[in-house]
């Protein structure tokens, strides 16, 4: 089915836009949310409008991106969770969490998809999170994820401690002695020993022709 774009959709399109989209996708979510409409002999006499109101959407989208990034880069998420002895959590750290939690922080509409998670988080810990707000704005927190029942400061003071202890530890550990052969005087003692040894024979043989 053929639509036209009334305002960007990001990854699909920008509005002004004419594309052909699934059936589904147009009947089921672009057209019942007024983001698209058919494209029609009429509707097409509306795309230099379109895309000049879409234009200026963009830039104060990007704005406002912009702004959201200072207020909320380098901003601590403490997020409590169960967990076992060693530290295991009773399921995972999600995006959805992380998004709630920042914008229940923020005072901001943090959306999930914003979130970036490579892989699961499953431990307790801090880790540091980045956002994709918009292709071109991007932003980092801290998320300390601790157990329900400690204190986020008193979970991350044990942190530094252990991260401390373990440095400690590692310097002071001293590794076994090793005897180093030094190849070069070891030649040098082996050409002198030959040498007195081609020596004495010298004398030897000198004392032989005498007698």
């Not at 019942?32 to 830039?59: C, F, G, M, Q, Y």
């Not at 295991?88 to 901001?108: F, P, R």
Request: no cysteine; proline share 4%; hydrophobic share 35%.
């Amino acid at each position: 089915m053929k639509v036209l774009f009334l305002e960007d959709v990001e990854g699909v399109a920008h509005g002004g836009d004419v594309k052909e989209v699934k059936r589904g996708f147009a009947k089921n979510y672009l057209l019942p949310k007024n983001i698209a409409v058919i494209a029609t002999k009429t509707s097409l006499e509306r795309i230099p409008k379109l895309k000049v109101e879409a234009d200026k959407n963009r830039i104060q989208r990007l704005n406002d991106m912009k702004e959201l990034a200072s207020e909320i880069d380098g901003m601590r998420v403490n997020l409590p969770m169960r967990s076992g002895p060693t530290g295991k959590l009773y399921g995972s750290v999600t995006n959805n969490m992380i998004a709630s939690e920042l914008s229940s922080i923020s005072s901001k509409d943090i959306q999930r998809r914003m979130i970036i998670l490579p892989e699961s988080i499953r431990q307790l810990g801090l880790f540091e999170i980045s956002l994709n707000l918009i292709q071109e704005v991007q932003a980092n927190i801290s998320l300390l994820v601790h157990p329900e029942d400690v204190d986020p400061t008193e979970f991350e003071e044990s942190l530094s401690k252990n991260q401390d202890e373990s440095e400690t530890s590692t310097d002071t550990t001293e590794e076994p002695g090793e005897t180093t052969i030094d190849s070069d005087s070891d030649s040098e003692v082996i050409a002198s020993e030959d040498e007195q040894n081609t020596t004495e024979n010298d004398e030897n043989e000198e004392v032989v022709e005498e007698n």
